[in-house]
């Protein structure tokens, strides 16, 4: 079936330091990829989506790569904050018919060391 | 306020009871989704609403769970005669249009099946 997962559970980074989060997808037919914060007690928020014809999508401090070849998606967040601190999930809209039902992965937890 | 807002935040049922779960979603957005997040995972889906038609509930676990959205804005989703297996936080999105990418997630309602 669907489905999209993540290679680490954890990633432990120096404030200042950049992080890479990645994340597997299966489902070629999905048109959007879109990663999701979320800190504890909280419902995800948006961070940032790359359409599927896209390879790289640059936003505020955090940069997203696409490589369909081999079904990965990537976040970059660039000079960590304490406040990045939260689990990051990838989600693809799968082939929901044109209102981007969300597909999760596991999540992927950030914790940002002073 | 201007974000998602769900009620109870935290609810504590005993195993057989009914549970209600209210959403208000940001006004004027069409969609709204359910979601259903366990401890550790993912969000998982249940269903969608575009205004007040249910055009998706492939997600609900078994005919105890139902969902409504009467007047297009204001959604309740409803369990019958709780389960332990229901036990996880009920999280409610919102888009202002259909194929928006970026959804607005409430705090989420926790339920405890005891």
């Known amino acids: 079936g669907e489905s999209v997962g993540l290679h680490l559970p954890t990633l432990s980074v120096q404030e200042g330091d950049n992080s890479i989060i990645n994340c597997a997808y299966s489902?070629?037919?999905?048109?959007?990829f879109i990663w999701y914060k979320q800190e504890s007690g909280k419902g995800p928020q948006f961070i940032i989506d790359i359409r599927s014809n896209m390879d790289k999508r640059q936003g505020q401090r955090v940069t997203v790569l696409l490589n369909k070849t081999v079904k990965h998606l990537s976040l970059q967040i660039a000079a960590t904050q304490p406040g990045d601190s939260a689990v990051y999930f990838c989600?693809?809209?799968?082939?929901?018919?044109?209102?981007?039902?969300?597909?999760f992965g596991a999540g992927t937890r950030l914790a940002v060391h002073p | 306020g201007a974000g998602v807002s769900q009620s109870p935040r935290y609810k504590v049922a005993k195993r057989g009871q009914d549970v209600a779960l209210r959403c208000d979603p940001i006004s004027g957005h069409v969609s709204l989704f359910w979601y259903q997040q366990a401890l550790g995972q993912g969000p998982e889906f249940l269903t969608y609403?575009?205004?007040?038609?249910?055009?998706?509930k492939s997600g609900l676990p078994s005919d105890r769970f139902f969902a409504e959205r009467p007047e297009g804005s204001v959604s309740t989703l409803k369990i019958q005669r709780t389960q332990q297996e229901d036990s996880a936080v009920y999280l409610c999105?919102?888009?202002?249009?259909?194929?928006?990418?970026?959804?607005?997630f409430g705090q989420g309602t926790r339920l405890t099946v005891v």
């Open positions: 489902n070629s037919a999905s048109d959007y």
């Open positions: 609403f575009q205004n007040e038609a249910q055009l998706d």
């Open positions: 999105a919102s888009s202002l249009v259909v194929g928006d990418t970026e959804a607005f």
């Open positions: 989600a693809e809209n799968g082939d929901s018919g044109g209102y981007n039902k969300l597909i």
